[in-house]
């Protein structure tokens, strides 16, 4: 969705409802914007904006006010959300959320717990910014293309889509294939894009008082591409692994690439997630009827003002 896709819906004279209920998605923040790389970083001075507009012109909850139903009655309710776990949202993020006073919910995975420390989708991305060579995936050729996506030679299938289907052992033979072949891992010019909270990191970024801290999987499988026995595995060793590290409960879930299913909801549920969250849904019967959280993921691509209009929409 680009920022004319955008203007070309009526808008003349609109104004945005003074009341609406919203949680956002964030995911990496960076010193300059790099939009080239993919679409889930926006510059620290651009979340300033955001922030400063949020504190002015909204009552941003906190994750148990927003669960609680604790919203305001003359103004817009915003639950902001950060996924993924980078490194980024304790030394770019926290500064400015604590600038503004602002309470924010982590969804955070557990890689290291696993000993990796590099998400495959941010593999594949800096792979194809920096290095652009075919991959060869179990025999399968992906050769980049104009929109620097790799896609399959024989099928046409884009290889993030293809790994989102795939089971575990495709993703481990990604990374064996291009841990071979890359360099930014010690290029600290990179990290920022990559890095992801230590056990360190993730304990400083718990202890601040506008954090909550929340689950995005133990390697963000795509969890209900995968069997139920190895998806609740991954919910129940992940939230184990977090509330021995953080010393707090941890009831809260956002699920990797929003995707779930009736059967994960319910052992997630078992688990104790109280609070389950989707990605890009915004019907209220959605939400009703699985009990999942509706959320709007951030557009870096579109002018602050189409933003604000995406605030209230609730879409775009």
Request: aromatic content about 12%; charged content about 20%.
């Amino acid at each position: 969705m680009n920022d004319l896709s955008v203007m070309l819906r009526p808008q003349l004279n609109r104004k945005p409802p003074p009341v609406y209920q919203r949680i956002l998605v964030y995911h990496g923040v960076d010193r300059k914007g790099e939009k080239k790389l993919n679409g889930r970083f926006i510059s620290q001075k651009e979340l300033e904006l955001h922030f400063r507009w949020l504190a002015e012109h909204c009552f941003v909850a906190s994750l148990e006010e927003y669960c609680q139903g604790r919203f305001a009655k003359d103004r817009p309710t915003v639950l902001i959300t950060f996924d993924d776990g980078y490194l980024n949202n304790l030394e770019l993020m926290l500064p400015v959320a604590q600038k503004y006073n602002l309470p924010v919910t982590v969804f955070v995975t557990t890689l290291y717990r696993t000993g990796q420390s590099l998400q495959w989708a941010d593999l594949i991305d800096l792979t194809a910014f920096l290095d652009g060579q075919d991959i060869d995936l179990q025999g399968q050729i992906f050769k980049l293309n104009r929109k620097r996506q790799y896609r399959s030679t024989s099928t046409g299938q884009e290889l993030k889509a293809f790994c989102k289907r795939s089971e575990t052992s495709v993703i481990q033979a990604l990374y064996e294939t291009l841990s071979k072949r890359t360099t930014f891992q010690t290029d600290a010019q990179w990290d920022v894009y990559w890095k992801q909270l230590s056990p360190k990191g993730l304990q400083q970024l718990g202890m601040s008082p506008l954090v909550t801290i929340g689950n995005h999987g133990d390697t963000h499988a795509i969890l209900n591409k995968i069997p139920i026995e190895e998806a609740s595995q991954e919910l129940k060793v992940s939230k184990i692994y977090l509330e021995n590290l953080l010393q707090q409960p941890i009831t809260a879930i956002a699920y990797p690439n929003g995707n779930y299913s009736p059967m994960l909801i319910q052992a997630a549920r078992q688990l104790g997630y109280h609070h389950q969250f989707g990605a890009d849904i915004v019907s209220s019967t959605v939400e009703q009827k699985w009990g999942i959280y509706p959320r709007l993921t951030i557009n870096p691509y579109i002018s602050w003002y189409n933003q604000r209009l995406a605030f209230a929409d609730g879409g775009y």
